[in-house]
């Protein structure tokens, strides 16, 4: 900068500064002249190195620089090796959502979409565990406009599907009802898939013919479903 001043490895100034503060700290043992607290430092120094130890602040310390150098790779578009990074980042904090979907990215960009779902996939389940369904929809849409026929596990996918039509997703809701009953042609669930599906055609696309083609959908493929009454009806209509 303008003063001249340079960058110093954290590994080299913190020791320092420690050692600094803590001559400080002896001199004013049997001195009343110093203002500064400098034992205050050294013992407020050391007792957050305790708790942060305890907390487990080493082996996020650990992960950081993988995951530091993956996202350097990222940013030249070495992917092999920024995928390799992701994955070591990952053995240590296989948890993190936000970094499955990083490497899920890094795997698209290598042309490896067989690992882009697997890490896609992590990183939604991650992130409706802790709660984020927003974020999660978005990615799932994000998957599914990159990996042809992306899925989740049934009951997941199905939630998805769901909250993305009651959050007025329809485009994605489609799609996403769409790779349901590809990927799970035997579920119980399909005839309710078709009802909604037709239900997006008719009242938010206005299209009826292809809500009809849902509804004769179901009644070919379900005609005992509880739900083949209600559809017949709509086909008549």
């Given at each position: 900068n303008r003063a001249g001043g340079s960058s110093v490895p954290g590994l080299l100034a913190i020791p320092v500064w420690f050692l600094y503060q803590g001559a400080d700290a002896l001199m004013?043992?049997?001195?009343?002249?110093?203002?500064?607290?400098?034992?205050?430092?050294?013992?407020?120094?050391?007792?957050g190195i305790i708790l942060a130890l305890l907390f487990g602040?080493?082996?996020?310390?650990?992960?950081?620089?993988?995951?530091?150098?993956?996202?350097?790779?990222?940013?030249?578009?070495?992917?092999?090796?920024?995928?390799?990074?992701?994955?070591?980042?990952?053995?240590?904090?296989?948890?993190?959502?936000?970094?499955?979907?990083?490497?899920?990215?890094?795997?698209l960009c290598g042309a490896e979409k067989g690992r882009a779902r697997f890490h896609y996939a992590e990183a939604v389940s991650s992130l409706l565990k802790n709660g984020r369904r927003g974020d999660a929809e978005a990615l799932f849409m994000e998957a599914m406009r990159s990996i042809e026929g992306f899925s989740m596990p049934e009951k997941e996918h199905l939630g998805l599907a769901c909250g993305m039509e009651r959050s007025l997703k329809?485009?994605?809701?489609?799609?996403?009802?769409?790779?349901?009953?590809?990927?799970y042609p035997d579920s119980r669930e399909i005839p309710f898939v078709l009802l909604r599906m037709a239900g997006i055609h008719e009242k938010r696309f206005g299209r009826p013919d292809g809500a009809v083609s849902c509804y004769a959908a179901l009644l070919e493929g379900y005609p005992g479903d509880d739900w083949a009454d209600f559809a017949a009806a709509e086909v008549e209509r």
């Amino acid at each position: 900068n303008r003063a001249g001043g340079s960058s110093v490895p954290g590994l080299l100034a913190i020791p320092v500064w420690f050692l600094y503060q803590g001559a400080d700290a002896l001199m004013q043992f049997g001195s009343g002249g110093m203002a500064v607290a400098y034992s205050v430092h050294v013992g407020g120094f050391a007792c957050g190195i305790i708790l942060a130890l305890l907390f487990g602040a080493l082996s996020a310390a650990r992960a950081e620089k993988p995951l530091a150098r993956a996202r350097g790779h990222v940013e030249k578009a070495e992917w092999f090796a920024a995928q390799g990074e992701f994955q070591n980042y990952l053995d240590l904090m296989p948890d993190d959502a936000d970094v499955h979907a990083e490497a899920a990215r890094a795997f698209l960009c290598g042309a490896e979409k067989g690992r882009a779902r697997f890490h896609y996939a992590e990183a939604v389940s991650s992130l409706l565990k802790n709660g984020r369904r927003g974020d999660a929809e978005a990615l799932f849409m994000e998957a599914m406009r990159s990996i042809e026929g992306f899925s989740m596990p049934e009951k997941e996918h199905l939630g998805l599907a769901c909250g993305m039509e009651r959050s007025l997703k329809y485009s994605g809701a489609m799609k996403a009802y769409g790779n349901f009953m590809t990927r799970y042609p035997d579920s119980r669930e399909i005839p309710f898939v078709l009802l909604r599906m037709a239900g997006i055609h008719e009242k938010r696309f206005g299209r009826p013919d292809g809500a009809v083609s849902c509804y004769a959908a179901l009644l070919e493929g379900y005609p005992g479903d509880d739900w083949a009454d209600f559809a017949a009806a709509e086909v008549e209509r």
